[in-house]
């Protein structure tokens, strides 16, 4: 994931010069024709996109650091959601609902790997909606039994028992809508002494996961 970041953050490199390119000439043309509309607009829009990059830079300086830290999974489910919104698919075809409890107490994980489970999580999710057609996930994030719970619940089902989906070998790519990328995420929670459960019901799925608290 640190190798991918580093990736990353030459391609914002590469793309920030035609940027500031654009926002001078931008700039020039808007105080020499302040009437033209177009114009504003799109040094508008290169501003916002300005925006865009130097947030995505900082989560991206976040996440190559591998080591645990004290986190709020509130914020970072926020920041992840505003990163998948950069896929035109997820951003104008799944409609996100949050019931985020406040206050919670952080979760001592590292980012990189955070942000890895709630991919693998939310990609999931995202493949079961798109094999029936339907365009909500419900993310909650709660206090229960002195652990921190999220949940991740949409349409879908999932085989029977559903253990063999935490199975390396297991695959749904031709058979189900589910349990891509679950081994991982569940190695990696195990590393925090964390938990995952798939639960089934009225022809929903839900992945709950319980994070420990550490003082």
Do not use: W
Request: glycine share 4%; aromatic share 6%.
């Amino acid at each position: 994931l640190a190798i991918l970041g580093c990736k990353l953050e030459g391609v914002i490199h590469n793309l920030n010069s035609p940027l500031n390119t654009i926002l001078g000439y931008a700039q020039i043309l808007r105080n020499r024709n302040p009437e033209l509309k177009a114009v504003e607009k799109i040094y508008q829009a290169g501003l916002e996109i300005d925006k865009e990059f130097k947030n995505l830079a900082l989560d991206i300086e976040k996440f190559k650091n591998e080591m645990p830290v004290f986190l709020s999974l509130n914020e970072e489910i926020v920041n992840h959601l505003k990163l998948m919104s950069f896929n035109l698919f997820f951003k104008h075809n799944i409609k996100v609902e949050t019931d985020l409890t406040k206050n919670l107490p952080k979760l001592h994980i590292a980012a990189g790997d955070l942000h890895l489970i709630l991919d693998n999580l939310l990609n999931n999710a995202v493949e079961a909606l798109q094999a029936i057609d339907e365009n909500k996930i419900f993310i909650t994030t709660k206090l229960s039994n002195s652990r921190v719970e999220l949940e991740i619940n949409n349409r879908g089902k999932i085989p029977t028992p559903t253990e063999k989906i935490f199975l390396p070998e297991f695959t749904t790519k031709n058979n189900s809508e589910y349990g891509l990328g679950l081994p991982l995420v569940k190695y990696i929670l195990k590393k925090y002494n964390s938990e995952i459960k798939l639960i089934a019901k009225e022809e929903r799925v839900t992945a709950q996961i319980m994070f420990p608290i550490r003082g």
